[in-house]
């Protein structure tokens, strides 16, 4: 049976509801007017005359905003077909050295909508198909539809009817803006699948038309949440055929730009740079590049490449960090001090002009000139930490084992930090322990525990480690010192762990009638460890559980541990699994006062070291360190200590700041629990948010508290307290928000074999534009049924005026009835 919808649109530009919310206000404005004229008048003349004028009012406002009735009757079964129009920055390339030639993007939309008087896909399509324009990037929208009765959520905000050539260009208008950050070619296809396989479990799949999916990309997929082809897969199951048309070149344009930066997060104020900023490089074979860094205006580092094929290419540096601290320093204030200062730098590629010249000496030389060669992805921001103060370690250990040389030339590689290596017991250069605050003796007391950041306790001898030693370390833990306990094969730990103060602070209990864990096969990250940057050994900022798997399966398992059971209050973040498939805590932590423990069931992390040398053994202890260890302040003046747990965040993220009153007992007479701690979120200068700080240590007079999402920008904080005068309280310390590093723009050639295989999974054809037309006459024959659609244009019907002609007319002769001029 034909299938008949009836609708009523307005042909102007105004949204419905306004037009209509405009007509009645109008005439509710007319009807009061005159209900002051007619209130002294018997029912129902005192209603009815203000009525019919004030709906003749109505009627002609909505006349003025063009109402057009819509009529729509669907006969047959038309075929349905969803246009993905991919809207990610790389459809911005116009593939072309002409500017004024058409990028990717608006190419796929004069396909669809048309140009220059020309029909589109669109219109040709209209009376035998039933279609949806989806644009996707990062996600997908649905843009423009040809069943829906008023606009559906179009891209920039625009709420139009659909019905109309008009229409579709103001859709088409919406769409051309490339501006995602990310592509995924599986969203459009996923929201599909998923109403698809709705369909399918109530049974209309079976009696559904002919569906087709027409996906317009260069196939780059730089978000990788899902396989796009496994998704096409699925539709391609439920009766969908899914085509790919790539919109680009084949050949990747000439460019070059910075791809990433990698560098230490924290130097010493003393120390130097190094790391290594990487370039892309397509289409400059034989050309010279200049690398550079630079802070604010001033080059600090720079090196020429020469570019000998495509590709991507690693280019170190190294320089001091001393020069640029002295700049930073002169913009400071009078009695601040940064133990942290935070420098913002630049990496930045040019590309350079070779040009052979031959002066009257016959020597040959290259002459590099500057070439303009401006693009978005030609420099990266990144910042340094320089510390003022190195961190401190302390390593305790009752043996020279492995494990312990190799953490302790790690660290002291490390310029960031300070170690002292205090090995004792039978078998070492110091058979009985010595205490005191010298280097190569154990503290004595808290004021020698607080000089250090973390303590490393191995398997010291417990007939020298007494009750003084333990509270000593449990003092300093719970002060928010890091302390992580290494385990090994000769069971001292388990005897330490017999005094009730270290029994406290392990997060472990020991099974005296428990066996090593041995014949183990792998390191397995639990569900709660896998997701702490801790666990996370490879390079980058977004990593999936299974790759957080895969890169945990290349160390080398222990050939033993300790069999333990986590403590009530401790997290498992490791387990180790042995031939039988049975699980063991590996590694396990929790908080103690302030401050964190972790336990290490085995001291062989050395063997990972094997073929990788230091890579993955070294990331871990240090991302181990900077999880234990409470972070530094990063300034103070004479009242207060300002720091946060980073200085780089993505957007969305919260900081945590930390604050600690200095001097509190001379300059306020309110006490550490009575004083109201808040932090100053600034912003270009302005406060733009106050964080609340709660107490976090009376005693030593810390607060801490956390941020709500930060949008991106960079931001200053500082500390407002009750019983300080907010003009001394001088210490700010900055953070920088920006959005997660998008490698959108790394290369913009199409990808034709992923467009392949989505197809080839999908059913379809994959084509390049230049063949898209094949794509169209594949459509053509889809579908099983028309569509007819007219309209009728009220605002010139006849009858609409004599309406409200006839409703004036009565109005006044009522009016003349009741004695009304």
Known sequence: MPELLASLRFSSDLPVWLICLGSLTAGLVVMVLYLRETAKLDAPWSWL????????????????????????????????????????QSMAERDSQTQTSPDRLRRATDLLFGQSGHDGWIEQLRPTHEMDVVTFADLAHLAWSSS??????????????????????????????ASGTRTDLSAPLRILADDAGADASSGDAEDAPSRAVVMFSDGRDSAGRADASDVAARLADVGWKVHTIAMGSVDEPADIGVVDVDAPARVADDGRAAGQVWIKHFGNEGRTVRVDIRSGERSVWSETVLISEDGQTPVDFDFPVEPLLEHANQRDIRGVDRDTVALPLTAHVTL???????????????????????????????????????????????????????????????????????LFGRGTDSRRVRRGNAAGELPDSSRAWAKYDAVILGEVPPDQWTDQ???????????????????????????????????????????????????????????????????MLDVGDEQSSSRVNEVWSLVAAPTSTQAVTAQVDAEVWAEVIDDRANPSPWLVTRMFGAGRVFYLASDQTWRWRYRVESRLQGRFWNQLMTAAMQPPYAVRDAFVAIGTDKIDYRVGQAATIRARLLNRDQHTRESATAAAVDAILLRDGQPIATVPLHLDDAGRGTYVGETGALSAGEYRVRIRASGFDSAALKASTPIWVEPPRSNELDRVSIDAAALQRIAQAGGGSAVHESSANEILTSLESLSGGRIIESDTLLWQTWWIFAIIIALLATEWWFRKKVGLL
Do not use: K
């Open 352 to 422: 350079l002009d070779n040009r052979d010249r031959e002066d009257n000496t016959t020597d040959r030389r290259a002459a590099f000139d500057l070439m303009d060669t401006s693009s978005a992805n030609d420099s990266l921001d990144f910042r340094i930490a320089a510390a003022s103060r190195d961190r401190r370690l302390l390593i305790l250990d009752g043996s020279s084992r492995w494990e312990t040389r190799y953490l302790r030339n790690l660290f002291t590689r490390d310029p960031a930090w300070s170690v002292d290596t205090l």
């Open 148 to 177: 829906s009765d008023t606009a559906t959520e179009m891209i920039g905000g625009d709420n139009r009817a659909d019905s109309s050539r008009q229409s579709d260009q103001e859709t088409t208008a919406s769409m051309e803006q």
């Open 49 to 88: 005359l203000p009525a019919m004028r004030g709906t003749a009012i109505v009627l002609a406002c909505l006349l003025l905003a063009g109402p057009v009735w819509h009529h729509r009757q669907v006969i047959g079964n038309p075929a349905r077909i969803v246009w993905a129009v991919d809207r990610s």
């Open 469 to 535: 030693d333990a509270q000593g370390l449990s003092d300093f833990v719970a002060s928010g010192g890091g302390l992580i306990v290494v385990d090994g094969r000769y069971g001292r730990i388990a005897e330490l762990a017999e005094d009730s103060i270290m029994a406290g602070l392990i997060p472990v209990r020991f099974d005296p009638n428990a066996s090593m864990v041995s014949n183990i096969e792998s390191i397995e990250p639990t569900d709660v460890g896998r997701s702490h940057p801790v666990m």
